[in-house]
């Protein structure tokens, strides 16, 4: 959650743009963004102009446990 305050200062903001109940979006600070969540996160950030990527919300991926 942290790397998306540069576009939604806020949970309320983020909540908003999504149309999602507050408490939905604030539970993400502690358990992590659900993935099936990430498209409509990367769809609602293009919205306000800003680029986000799946990697962006999940990590980089450990390439040591591909190999």
């Known amino acids: 959650m942290k ?3 540069h576009i939604w200062p806020t ?3 983020l909540a908003d743009d999504l149309g999602l109940p507050y408490q939905t ?3 993400w600070t502690a ?12 769809t609602a950030a293009r919205r306000k102009g800003h680029a ?3 990697e962006d919300l999940a990590g ?8």
Request: glycine share 4%; hydrophobic share 45%; aromatic share 6%.
């Open 3 to 5: 790397n998306l305050i």
């Open 11 to 13: 949970v309320a903001d």
């Open 25 to 27: 979006v604030h539970s």
């Open 31 to 42: 358990r992590g963004i659900p993935a099936k969540r990430y498209a409509e996160i990367i």
């Open 52 to 54: 986000l990527s799946f």
């Open 60 to 67: 980089p991926l450990d390439n040591e446990d591909a190999a």
